[in-house]
């Protein structure tokens, strides 16, 4: 499904469909929030390492499970 939808957003660069542009519109609407990436962020996936944040926040969970036991 993914593929697709990659394939249509291409294609509407070339035909401007009004209809598929509403589309697109929609799931950019719905999703662009959610999946904003920062270039750090970006560096740390293509590197396959966890970014500064990811690290924390697996720390304050470790450590709040530690200080329950």
């Known amino acids: 499904m993914e593929n697709k939808l990659f394939k249509l957003f291409d294609y509407q660069k070339f ?3 009004k209809d598929l542009q509403k589309i697109i519109d929609d799931v950019e609407e719905r999703y662009q929030s959610e999946y904003v990436l920062s270039d750090d ?3 740390f996936a293509a590197g396959g390492k966890k970014s500064e944040e990811d690290f ?3 720390k304050a969970i470790k450590e709040k499970e ?3 036991n």
């Open 56 to 58: 924390l926040r697996e």
């Open 66 to 68: 530690d200080s329950k």
């Open 41 to 43: 962020s970006l560096a």
């Open 15 to 17: 035909s401007k469909n």
